[in-house]
């Protein structure tokens, strides 16, 4: 009985884990598109910096990316196409990925 427990509670702690780092990256790639989106808007700054903080935070209105798709686009109607929106957020996420990782590591 006691090793069908530990497999449990290794499965959970597993998931555990990989739920945190799945939410660390969302929140890094949002933070990068955030700091992207705010350059072509002009800011520079604490207010590229508050800009970035509230894309990550509009990520926590519903699930899914349509958030923050829906904050940054509106942001940027007249100045990018919601593809290239789209697009950078797939390419950041990469990114973000590569960089939590070499965090993990280090």
């Known amino acids: 009985m006691t090793n069908m427990d530990d497999r449990r509670k290794g499965f959970e ?3 555990a ?3 945190e780092l799945q939410f660390r990256v969302e929140a890094r ?3 990068l598109l955030g700091e992207w989106a705010a350059d072509l808007l002009g800011k520079e700054g604490e207010e590229k910096a508050a800009y970035a903080r509230d894309v990550v935070r509009s990520d926590f209105e ?3 990316d349509d958030d ?3 904050k940054v686009s509106g942001d940027l109607a007249e100045k990018v196409p919601a593809a290239e929106i789209r697009a950078k957020m797939d390419m950041l996420m990469e990114q973000a ?3 939590i990782m070499r965090e993990q590591t280090s």
């Open 17 to 19: 884990h990989d739920a």
């Open 68 to 70: 923050v798709m829906r």
């Open 97 to 99: 990925k590569l960089q």
């Open 29 to 31: 790639r949002n933070h």
């Open 13 to 15: 702690n597993k998931f």
């Open 62 to 64: 519903t699930a899914g």
